[in-house]
């Protein structure tokens, strides 16, 4: 059957079950993973979030490298990037690996492959987890690293040592407010005792099933408890718990099986529908002599294929300069074509017209799409946390997909709003223009406060009306300076007057 559908098929449970006649009688439960025809692999994206000292990196190691922690932090010398993340064991930036399964239900890694190429090759299902900080100092990288990479699940690290601490229930917020399906993973349990892990666990699922995130709790203890576990964190209305350890290897096993089984979030139609317009969000810019502009990124819709005419912006003029995308890269293969959903590095070459540096934050987009710039936008907001009230004239870190900067609120429907409150506000950027989606999910910060939105509508950014405000700006400035001179020399006359009189 499963060689009709073009598909694959493992075996994940098998049972004996005997009849009241004494007759004995398999019972199996098998995984079909259908085989794409243009042999595309499925594919997961997990954002790893948790406090320091959780030990994200050295997990994400030891699935994606298949070798224990020696519990010195080896393990995640394979994550970590820049000389003061090895000295000090906190990762400050974003860091993606990958762990692939093939049509045997194995497991793909860098434990016995030998590159990034030859996992491809070999897998059929592709996950890639997105490393994140967890230090609060660096909260602005590892929000960016939610909105930018649109992860489909988060995975929670927690120490078992010290519990729900840190900025754990910071990230579990940002988490809840996009949405996104969560599992929770309690490390180090090597290093405690049963009845501490209880109690912390206990204290883990009391959060778990407090209003704020309203969802049951599941143990994962064993195998039968994995294949359930997968089969209902699609629905949201559950929460996986695992208890691992990366020095003993403790429930690694379940937890392979668990992603192995784990299925990729149903999307909408439209935005899947490979016939609409292609948009690409610009994640991180690189430059080669040879190759030219290298943009990063996600695919937000259609599909690119190279040789396409597409728009490159906004920048500071709030225009789009037309660019011709020459080759493509997924996971540092080349390929032909990218849809909706998948990451890839596009080059650009040397566009003649290019007078600016290209940014993180800009997009590519289809001509048709007749793409418009933005300063100022109109967003309903939900604040989870403000120390007082929220009114004109607040600032704050806004992000938008892609987009993180500092924007401050213009106008509001509401004198002011406190903690739990809605409310229509207008913001503008301080910086520069950018393009936003009206639909788009925001999220908003500034020290402890906090909150939540979509964008409504937007401004459409128009440069002879900033022109004319700055030159009237300048103006009022110039009129101002010319004022306080001539108070200055007024005054300075009066004294050499006043020094004159005494003189005399």
Partial sequence: ??????ASLSILRERTITDPSGISKKSLEILIRKVSEDSEFTRIRIAVLGNIESGKSSLISVLTHDELDNGQGKARLN????????QTGHTSSICNEIMGFNNSAQVENFGNCRSVEEILEKSS????????????????TTVKGLTTYSPDFIMLVINANNGIAGTTKEHLGFSMALGLKIFII???????????????????????K???CDKSPMRVRTEEDAI???QYLSDGQVCPIFMTSCVEGTNMDILTKFLNILRPILVNEKETDLNQLPEFQVDDV?????PGHILSGLVQSGSIKEHDKMLLGPFKSGKFIPIEIQTIQRYRVPCNVVRYGQSAAVSIGHPENMKEKLRKGMVIVHPKLNPVACIEFEAEIFVLFHASQLSVGFQATVHIGNVCQAAVIVRMDKNEIKTNQKAKVVWKFMSRVEYVRPGSTMLFREGTSKGMGEVIRISAFNPNEVLSKKLKTDFDSLTSIKKKKKRLKAKLNRVFHDTSNIEC
């Fill in 1 to 6: 059957m499963s060689e009709r559908l073009g």
């Fill in 79 to 86: 994550l970590l990037r820049h000389i003061h993340e090895i």
């Fill in 125 to 140: 299902k592709l996950i890639t987890f997105i490393d994140l900080a967890g230090h609060s100092k660096y909260m602005k």
């Fill in 186 to 208: 309690v490390n180090k349990i090597d290093q405690v005792s049963e009845s501490w892990l209880e109690q912390k666990v206990t204290e883990i699922e009391e959060l778990i």
């Fill in 210 to 212: 407090s209003p704020c």
């Fill in 228 to 230: 359930h576990a997968a």
């Fill in 286 to 290: 690189f430059y080669k002599k040879k």
